[in-house]
């Protein structure tokens, strides 16, 4: 299993950047898909992006598409997101997660490894 491991967050401005870090650790195979979700308070949580290891193609919300980009250090078995123009309503807990295949998944539980989460706050 791929575990994810998140670091990066904090607390910016409205229109500042950010670049979340989510480090894949065990077993490290290649087909398998690396996402991001966020989860605001009293909010279902809810998909920002993912990458597919292999291959590198992305997908993205609609929400933060032309704002947000994945990209993925293969020697670091690390996936970077990197956040620019950061808006108050960018502001959740953002979590890593895991799913082996080929198959893209947009829903939170369709991921069975998770990281513990890191918060990111945009101040308007």
């Known amino acids: 299993q791929v575990q994810p491991v998140e670091s990066g967050g904090g607390l910016v401005q409205a229109g500042d950047s950010l670049r979340l870090s989510c480090a894949a650790s065990g077993r490290t195979i290649s087909d398998y898909y690396m996402a991001w979700f966020r989860q605001a308070p009293g909010k279902e949580r809810e998909f920002v992006g993912a990458?597919?290891?292999?291959?590198?193609?992305?997908n993205y919300a609609d929400s933060v598409k032309g704002r947000f980009t994945l990209s993925r250090d293969n020697a670091k078995n690390t996936v970077y997101l990197q956040m620019n123009n950061l808006k108050p309503e960018d502001t959740a807990v953002y979590y890593c997660a895991s799913r082996s295949g080929m198959s893209l998944y947009t829903t939170w539980k369709y991921y069975g490894n998770w990281g513990q989460g890191t918060q990111v706050t945009v101040s308007s």
């Open positions: 990458i597919f290891w292999n291959s590198g193609n992305t």
